[in-house]
């Protein structure tokens, strides 16, 4: 554990250091975030005028769900993103034997090797928001419950890189250069919205099978209305995906064939 | 009759074009797995979003569109912007520059961005195909009332807005003669033609103000206004002013990209950065 702790903090140390050399892009990467949040806050403004209790969510719940999401993309586009884009590619091409022969876990060099310190501006930017917006809700949150808001938050991060992982994955069979990428982004979008606009079929897979739903529609509904079952579920399905992406992993690497395709 | 052939089409612009096509088509299950998915997203999340506004308010229909029409509208922008946006994800400009690669292009006797341009009309292309197949599924369906006419009254202004769209990235792409990286401002540019082409939401549901801003830019007349032309949900402005105004800013676009590129050549080293 030591010895991944020193070699994120090198990953951590390069990663400042070439972002360094490219000022327009850390400069650009915080407006482009900006721009899209202040995007995702209108179309809401709008949306809230037409119905002011959009799938029973008040203003003030759907700001903190806005915010929570804003986090969890941005420690995800500052930890995992930048390493997964270039993932097909470098399978495609039969790039990742170097890595596969170093003596650490592959799928964590793989996926945490660079990390963009472009984003980390952003990071600070939404944390601070999501804690305004936690400040704005009128209900009283008690502690237990904001902590466990916050690791359920976290639990969505994991959620989120592993199912941009099982998205790519499959390009271990189709050695194409893209994999489901574009799947996957159009499939985020709806995390955008809260699970309960949904029609039940549509709940049920974003809850059981792809649990787009669990990253953060259910842990700011927990905190409004907290439900041992919705616990258990979540952190259920959070386990079974974590084992199944390191089964899959491996299948995978067993499927891997070095060549260039 | 060899000058036009020169100016207006060559077997060049047909060979970037297939090859592009072929490209494309090359990982099938991919394609159709990816194709398939943004379709059905890009239905689901409209639908799921209208849905419980209509349901909240209790309404059968809003500023005269009825649920169905909204869903609709929903359904053609995802095409057309699909076609305007598709040389944002195939245009490949800026990577053929940082790594040195437009040195060929700079030997054969090609116009460069002639080149692209045919290549990312593939996409195009094939999101056209879709759209037609959809409009007459749709049609079968649910019944619109898209006519033939107001098809091919259509058709010029989504040939000219993913021709827009085309010269929009181009000359951002073309930064990249002087800037280390541009993805960031692609997608920049890609949130601004969503939002203000009418793919987030439909204009008549902005503030004026905001709408009397769009007018003053490319992105209204990139969707919004070419799907207006079609559905006829909505007033538009008439199709020739519209056709007018497009072909204003590809002029003004086409002339910025020659621009940028002559001055870029200047400045390229041929081995990338």
Same mark, same amino acid.
């Given at each position: 554990?030591?010895?991944?702790?020193?070699?994120?903090?090198?990953?951590?140390?390069?990663?400042?250091?070439?972002?360094?050399?490219?000022?327009?892009?850390?400069?650009?990467?915080?407006?482009?975030?900006?721009?899209?949040?202040?995007?995702?806050?209108?179309?809401?403004?709008?949306?809230?005028?037409?119905?002011?209790?959009?799938?029973?969510?008040?203003?003030?719940?759907?700001?903190?769900?806005?915010?929570?999401?804003?986090?969890?993309?941005?420690?995800?586009?500052?930890?995992?993103?930048?390493?997964?884009?270039?993932?097909?590619?470098?399978?495609?091409?039969?790039?990742?034997?170097?890595?596969?022969?170093?003596?650490?876990?592959?799928?964590?060099?793989?996926?945490?090797?660079?990390?963009?310190?472009?984003?980390?501006?952003?990071?600070?930017?939404?944390?601070?928001?999501?804690?305004?917006?936690?400040?704005?809700?009128?209900?009283?949150?008690?502690?237990?419950?904001?902590?466990?808001?916050?690791? %359920? &938050? #976290?639990?969505? *991060?994991?959620?989120?890189?592993?199912?941009?992982? @099982?998205?790519? =994955?499959?390009?271990?069979?189709? /050695?194409?250069?893209?994999?489901?990428?574009?799947?996957?982004?159009?499939?985020?979008?709806?995390?955008?919205?809260?699970?309960?606009?949904?029609?039940?079929?549509?709940?049920?897979?974003?809850?059981?099978?792809?649990?787009?739903?669990?990253?953060?529609?259910?842990?700011?509904?927990?905190?409004?209305?907290?439900?041992?079952?919705?616990?258990?579920? %979540? &952190? #259920?399905?959070? *386990?079974?995906?974590?084992?199944?992406?390191?089964? @899959?992993?491996? =299948?995978?690497?067993?499927?891997? /064939?070095?060549?260039?395709? | 009759?060899?000058?036009?052939?020169?100016?207006?089409?060559?077997?060049?612009?047909?060979?970037?074009?297939?090859?592009?096509?072929?490209?494309?088509?090359?990982?099938?299950?991919?394609?159709?797995?990816?194709?398939?998915?943004?379709?059905?997203?890009?239905?689901?999340?409209?639908?799921?979003?209208?849905?419980?506004?209509?349901?909240?308010?209790?309404?059968?229909?809003?500023?005269?569109?009825?649920?169905?029409?909204?869903?609709?509208?929903?359904?053609?922008?995802?095409?057309?912007?699909?076609?305007?946006?598709?040389?944002?994800?195939?245009?490949?400009?800026?990577?053929?520059?940082?790594?040195?690669?437009?040195?060929?292009?700079?030997?054969?006797?090609?116009?460069?961005?002639?080149?692209?341009?045919?290549?990312?009309?593939?996409?195009?292309?094939?999101?056209?195909?879709?759209?037609?197949?959809?409009?007459?599924?749709?049609?079968?369906?649910?019944?619109?009332?898209?006519?033939?006419?107001?098809?091919?009254?259509?058709?010029?202004?989504?040939?000219?807005?993913?021709?827009?769209?085309?010269?929009?990235?181009?000359?951002?792409?073309?930064?990249?003669?002087?800037?280390?990286?541009?993805?960031?401002?692609?997608?920049?540019?890609?949130?601004?033609?969503?939002?203000?082409?009418?793919?987030?939401?439909?204009?008549?549901?902005?503030?004026?103000?905001?709408?009397?801003?769009?007018?003053?830019?490319?992105?209204?007349?990139?969707?919004?206004?070419?799907?207006?032309?079609?559905?006829?949900?909505?007033?538009?402005?008439?199709?020739?002013?519209?056709?007018?105004?497009?072909?204003?800013?590809?002029?003004?676009?086409?002339?910025?990209?020659?621009?940028?590129?002559?001055?870029?050549?200047?400045?390229?080293?041929?081995?990338?950065?």
């Amino acid at each position: 554990m030591k010895r991944y702790i020193i070699l994120y903090t090198h990953f951590l140390r390069f990663s400042f250091s070439k972002a360094l050399h490219f000022r327009v892009d850390f400069f650009f990467r915080f407006i482009m975030d900006m721009i899209y949040y202040a995007v995702l806050l209108y179309f809401y403004d709008v949306i809230y005028e037409q119905a002011p209790n959009f799938g029973g969510w008040s203003k003030e719940q759907i700001r903190l769900f806005l915010a929570s999401y804003f986090l969890i993309d941005a420690l995800d586009m500052s930890i995992f993103a930048n390493n997964l884009w270039m993932f097909p590619v470098n399978v495609n091409k039969g790039d990742l034997d170097i890595h596969l022969t170093r003596p650490i876990n592959s799928l964590f060099f793989l996926s945490t090797k660079e990390f963009a310190a472009s984003s980390f501006l952003n990071i600070l930017f939404t944390l601070s928001f999501t804690i305004y917006a936690f400040h704005l809700i009128p209900q009283k949150v008690t502690f237990a419950a904001t902590v466990l808001f916050a690791l %359920l &938050i #976290l639990n969505g *991060l994991f959620l989120f890189y592993i199912i941009h992982l @099982l998205f790519l =994955l499959p390009v271990f069979w189709t /050695q194409g250069t893209r994999g489901f990428e574009e799947l996957y982004h159009v499939s985020t979008k709806l995390l955008q919205n809260p699970e309960q606009i949904y029609a039940s079929p549509l709940r049920f897979v974003l809850k059981f099978f792809i649990p787009l739903a669990l990253i953060n529609s259910v842990p700011v509904q927990l905190l409004f209305d907290f439900q041992w079952k919705n616990l258990g579920v %979540l &952190i #259920l399905i959070s *386990l079974i995906c974590y084992t199944a992406v390191l089964k @899959l992993w491996k =299948l995978s690497l067993q499927k891997y /064939q070095s060549a260039s395709s | 009759m060899k000058k036009q052939k020169k100016y207006f089409l060559n077997a060049i612009d047909l060979v970037a074009f297939n090859m592009e096509l072929k490209k494309i088509l090359s990982y099938p299950l991919e394609f159709w797995a990816n194709t398939l998915g943004l379709i059905l997203v890009n239905i689901l999340i409209p639908y799921c979003i209208w849905q419980a506004i209509f349901k909240a308010r209790n309404i059968t229909e809003m500023y005269n569109l009825s649920f169905n029409q909204f869903i609709f509208y929903f359904l053609c922008c995802y095409f057309v912007s699909a076609s305007v946006l598709g040389a944002m994800s195939k245009g490949s400009i800026s990577q053929e520059i940082y790594q040195g690669n437009i040195n060929k292009f700079i030997i054969y006797p090609i116009q460069y961005l002639r080149f692209k341009f045919f290549n990312s009309l593939a996409y195009s292309f094939i999101i056209l195909i879709e759209l037609i197949i959809t409009i007459c599924v749709h049609k079968l369906i649910f019944g619109n009332q898209i006519t033939i006419l107001a098809f091919i009254e259509f058709l010029p202004t989504l040939i000219l807005s993913t021709t827009i769209g085309f010269l929009l990235v181009a000359n951002l792409e073309l930064l990249s003669f002087w800037v280390d990286s541009v993805w960031n401002l692609q997608v920049i540019l890609r949130l601004f033609i969503q939002m203000g082409g009418g793919l987030f939401l439909p204009l008549f549901l902005m503030s004026e103000s905001i709408r009397h801003f769009l007018y003053f830019t490319p992105f209204p007349y990139l969707i919004y206004y070419p799907i207006g032309i079609l559905t006829k949900f909505y007033s538009v402005i008439p199709l020739h002013h519209l056709l007018i105004i497009q072909l204003f800013w590809i002029g003004f676009l086409l002339l910025l990209a020659q621009s940028l590129w002559k001055k870029g050549l200047k400045q390229y080293s041929g081995i990338g950065i």
